[in-house]
């Protein structure tokens, strides 16, 4: 089985890496960002039920499973999916999907924070840590005020070139949700590890309960936030049933396939090829300009994962979370 795990891992990093340019054609649509989070809850969550059902597998009714679900929910899915999408209003999806590689950073501090008998960092990983945010202000272009990379990566950073309207300012505060975004993504990550890691249901389970909790929350917000859904035209309802049901719904289930078939090191992979392929997805087929501090702090932060990565026992690959008996998911 280990001489086919390309397919899946090709397919997951391109799905994940896709996700932002959906997110944006979403919100250029018109969609409401609480509303694309909302649709994308839903439609996931309706996935994620209809792939149990034909596996037949059982489904959680532990109360303690539905309520550490229904934080996690709430870190890993409604808000940042909600910060995402906003900062998507602001901001490239290239951008986006660039910040969005610091994840792996952001949980090793929380997970520092939370977990107990979590691995102090070495000299290794703390020089990661440090590269990975050196690497996420050259991102955010910081010596023009953050203008340079979030009014839109323009070739040569310059400041509010290609912005969106509402000029700098707009762009920093999108910028800056799409990193507050990565950091709830870290704390969520954590999160899962103290009090969900080790529950006896499996991945597809316990990922169906928490989307289905994250989809139910975003419904109450969504109409009190932004009123009444409204059809975006066939484009973006394409966008969004694509984003919904194919990336986070079908993902979780592609990467758990990768963790049985290739390992979890190589599942862990995928945060390195998530922000290719949000670049070259939102260069290529968005025209969204993609300015030299983009990439070199893109680089910079997928290095950073790669140091912050503790050795497994078996001498490759990164930490690793239990999901019962049945399969081992990377964390982030």
Known sequence: MRGRWWPGFVALSAIWGASFALIKVAVEAGVPPVWVAAWRCLLGAAALWAILAVRREAVPRDPAVWGH?????????????????YGETRVSSVLAGVLNAATPLFTMIFALAVVPGEHRPGPRRLAGLALGFA???????????????????????????AGPPGGGAGAVAGGLAC????????????????????????????SAVQITCGGAQLAVAAPLAAGAPHWPGLGAAAALLV??????????????????????????????????????????LLAEPVGWNTLAGGLAVIAAVALTRPPTAGGGGGPAVRWGRRARQPVG
């Open 69 to 85: 679900s229904a934080v996690a929910a709430v870190l890993l899915n409604a808000v940042p999916f909600v910060l995402f999408s």
């Open 135 to 161: 690497g996420v202000l050259t991102v955010l272009g910081v010596w023009h005020g953050f203008g340079g990379a979030t009014a839109g990566g323009a070739a040569g950073g310059a400041a509010g070139a």
């Open 179 to 206: 990193l507050a975004a990565t950091c709830c993504y870290g704390a969520g990550f954590a999160y899962l590890r103290r009090h969900l890691a080790t529950r006896p249901q499996s991945a597809t389970a316990l």
């Open 243 to 284: 984003l919904g049901a194919l990336g986070t719904g079908v993902g979780y289930i592609l990467n758990l396939d990768l963790v049985r078939t290739a390992g979890t090191a190589v599942a862990a992979a995928v945060t390195y090829a998530t922000p290719l392929w949000a670049t070259a997805i939102g260069a290529l």
